[in-house]
């Protein structure tokens, strides 16, 4: 069974430049949550979806970025424009929303805005 | 302000031996705990968890320990194995919340 996938895994663009990061769940997990890690601030919690419903987006860092789920098996998480800070691995991650359920993570996205 | 801190960046044992990796955290709302592991080029993965009605969980060569009144808790790994290499999460979470709160991690290095 397939886990998580995202695209693209690499990702190099110029300042100012709109970025584009796609992920699919695993089929039948109803939450969706897109994570940002960096050194300096570690793994940290962007946003969240329940049944495509986005209920916590408190650690979206700026108005610059937005995410997306249009249906079950498919989210994007959108960064216009894009700036050198933004720089990091972007993963995301699926789970049921049962009590308790394990999260299961993607490969993640490695960004580096020049 | 770090609501979790994993405070060694990188810890190196012997195979065979018993490694120890901390957490410690300031809310005493989190009543859930995970670890996760993580390999290079790949996303966390699942290791272990506790509730905070338990003080440990064991799972083969995994074990966790909770301390509430320290709001520390522990994965012993034991023995250690060179495929152990990775780094480690703890992460937390309150109230049923999906919501996880990671520290930064620790490297562990097990050496043959």
């Known amino acids: 069974d397939a886990g998580v996938i995202q695209s693209p895994r690499h990702e190099v663009t110029e300042m100012g430049q709109e970025v584009t990061l796609r992920c699919k769940p695993i089929s039948g997990h109803n939450s969706l949550f897109w994570y940002r890690q960096t050194m300096m601030r570690g793994l940290e919690l962007l946003i969240y979806f329940n049944n495509n419903v986005p209920i916590d987006d408190s650690g979206m860092p700026e108005d610059r970025f937005s995410a997306k789920m249009p249906n079950a098996s498919f989210s994007t998480l959108k960064i216009q424009p894009s700036e050198p800070r933004d720089s990091a691995v972007y993963f995301c991650?699926?789970?049921?929303?049962?009590?308790?359920?394990?999260?299961?993570f993607g490969p993640g996205t490695r960004l580096l805005v020049l | 302000d770090q609501q979790v801190k994993q405070n060694s960046p990188s810890l190196s044992v012997q195979e065979g031996r018993i490694s120890i990796l901390n957490c410690d955290y300031t809310?005493?709302?989190?009543?859930?705990f995970l670890w996760y592991k993580k390999y290079p080029a790949e996303g966390p993965t699942f290791l272990i968890s506790?509730?905070?009605?338990?003080d440990k969980n064991e799972d083969g060569r995994f074990t966790v320990f909770l301390n509430k009144s320290a709001k520390h808790l522990s994965l012993h790994i034991g023995p250690s194995q060179p495929g152990d290499s990775a780094v480690y999460f703890c992460s937390l979470t309150q109230g049923g919340s999906e919501k996880l709160v990671f520290g930064k991690g620790t490297k562990l290095t097990v050496n043959p």
């Open positions: 506790i509730s905070s009605i338990k």
């Open positions: 809310n005493s709302m989190f009543d859930y």
């Open positions: 991650a699926s789970s049921l929303a049962r009590f308790r359920e394990t999260q299961y």
